[in-house]
């Protein structure tokens, strides 16, 4: 009997003990996933971290190249450059007006306007104010000989400018048949004006068929049928 009972407490105590080892396996089978789990929390939380890092260098890559581009699109640098090259412009072209028309007119350039919607729109008009009698209007208004001379001083102003700007200044002006609109009397008006610029440059170089102009030229160029004659 006691053997018996023995032999039952022995069988109790291996079940318990198969038991408690199933359990121990089944906890280290636990143990392991959730060492595999914090580990693979751990690795992304590092890369998350990283994924951080990466996106605040590209928010300030953003803003840095937002910030260019607002610098070198129409409301940056440029229109503030262009508006401060302005008051100099307009000087030049009416120096150059002045000698070329008779009549007196100031010319004045606007790089925006406002909108029927209130907006302000980057625009370039230039206006031209008779002197004598206050009327402005736009360039596009004029008759073709006082818009050729117009243009011609704006081309001549634009082109002192430039040059005075540039950190090498340019040596020669060229003028490409820029008379033939022109009566002889305001193409010799403008072929003066032409010479002031001497001033500026240390050569002034125009072509033209015309042939009383040509004789004014202190030094001529023949060119026929593609080839220099003399």
């Known amino acids: 009997k006691d053997h018996h009972e023995v032999l039952e407490k022995l069988s109790a105590v291996n079940t318990k003990l198969d038991s408690l080892k199933s359990s121990f396996e089944n906890k280290n089978i636990t143990l392991g996933n959730l060492t595999r789990s914090l580990e693979d929390a751990e690795k992304a939380e590092k890369e998350a971290e990283n994924l951080k890092q990466k996106i605040d260098i590209l928010r300030t890559d953003h803003k840095d190249y937002t910030f260019i581009c607002e610098m070198l699109g129409k409301n940056g640098i440029q229109p503030l450059l262009m508006e401060a090259s302005l008051p100099r412009l307009e000087q030049l ?50 008759s073709g000989g006082e818009k ?35 009566d002889e009397v305001n193409a010799r008006q403008l072929l003066s004006a032409m010479k002031a610029l001497t001033n500026y440059f240390k050569k002034v170089v125009y072509i033209s068929h015309e042939r009383e102009l040509i004789e004014i030229a202190s030094q001529k160029v023949l060119v026929e049928n593609g080839k220099i004659a003399r």
């Open 148 to 182: 050729t001379l117009i243009r011609q001083a704006i081309r001549m102003a634009s082109a002192v400018f430039r040059s005075e700007v540039h950190k090498n200044r340019w040596d020669t002006f060229f003028c490409d048949e820029s008379f033939g609109k022109l």
């Open 93 to 142: 072209t009416q120096q150059f007006l002045s000698s070329i028309c008779e009549r007196q007119f100031n010319v004045t350039f606007k790089t925006t306007k406002e909108t029927k919607s209130g907006k302000i729109q980057e625009t370039l008009d230039i206006v031209v104010t008779d002197l004598e009698t206050g009327t402005k209007r736009d360039i596009a208004n004029f």
